[in-house]
């Protein structure tokens, strides 16, 4: 089905992400995220999602690409969003899965989660020794680095379960020193409220003007701080043809982003990601780059 890796894991109460999340919470670093104050217990515990929970089947899909915006002075945006929508992608590919499971098992309840529900993805994976969580707060595998997308499927099946790996992320902190906004405010902890992708996804009103010049020309998303991590240099070009980038995307100089016309937007964004914070958010993005 192109997943990358697999890994499986108790469906357990996740005992060591439970204080660390009610202290991000406390903290107000999920900004106006609200939806992820919602449903504490559910994030924490698979079984209140999928009664009868025994196993979390965790997935990875690999998103780097081969190529890239060609024009360096261009507005960015994250390469994760360079092709068809992730949700759609994926969520097809684990129902396939779900089903090849159901036909060679018999009856099995369970359901795919993809970013689509109070899952915390990058735990589940850490337990099932698919990856260590880097001081960036992003899943890396030793492998292949951490542009992957992560997946579940919740299953009322008793599995043999993996264990997780140790952390590989040593003295350095080059995801750290990198982050144009600061959002890493200690190792392993990032402020979501301070966090580019934030403010060009998710924040609906104006972006704050102390953030004038940081946003180093991104106008969806960022990567940053898996551009200057040392184990993507492991990256290889992902092979999912619905990955593949509008080759309009690539080619638009930094001219065509500031011209950029609902038009064209709805053609060269028509199953991206991108399409999320609607072309007026993306138009309020650009504007404040080119005012920076």
């Not at 009868?52 to 945006?77: C, H, M, R, W």
């Not at 899952?119 to 492998?143: C, E, F, R, T």
Request: aromatic residues 12%; hydrophobic residues 35%.
């Amino acid at each position: 089905m192109g997943f990358d890796y697999c890994g499986i894991s108790k469906a357990d109460f996740l005992e060591e992400e439970a204080p660390r999340l009610e202290n991000w919470l406390n903290k107000n670093m999920q900004g106006q995220m609200s939806y992820m104050q919602n449903h504490f217990d559910k994030r924490l515990d698979p079984r209140l999602l999928v009664p009868g929970a025994k196993s979390v089947i965790s997935l990875l899909l690999n998103y780097f690409p081969s190529e890239k915006q060609k024009d360096e002075t261009a507005p960015k945006i994250s390469k994760y969003a360079y092709g068809k929508d992730y949700h759609f992608v994926i969520k097809e590919k684990l129902n396939e899965l779900l089903q090849y499971i159901k036909d060679n098992i018999g009856e099995v309840d369970g359901r795919a989660f993809v970013d689509s529900a109070p899952v915390l993805d990058k735990a589940w994976a850490k337990k099932s020794g698919l990856g260590w969580i880097g001081k960036n707060s992003n899943l890396i595998n030793k492998q292949s680095g951490s542009f992957y997308f992560i997946a579940e499927l919740i299953v009322d099946l008793n599995l043999e379960y993996d264990g997780a790996i140790k952390d590989y992320c040593g003295t350095c902190t080059r995801c750290m020193d990198a982050c144009p906004t600061e959002a890493i405010v200690a190792p392993y902890v990032v402020d979501g409220s301070k966090c580019i992708s934030y403010f060009t996804i998710e924040l609906k009103e104006n972006i704050p003007s102390e953030m004038k010049g940081k946003f180093d020309n991104w106008v969806f998303g960022c990567d940053v701080c898996q551009d200057v991590c040392p184990w993507n240099s492991f990256s290889k070009p992902h092979s999912e043809q619905m990955f593949q980038p509008n080759g309009e995307l690539l080619e638009m100089t930094k001219q065509d982003w500031f011209e950029l016309t609902e038009e064209t937007f709805k053609r060269v964004f028509k199953d991206s990601a991108v399409k999320r914070p609607k072309f007026t958010g993306l138009k309020r993005n650009l504007d404040f780059i080119k005012t920076s």
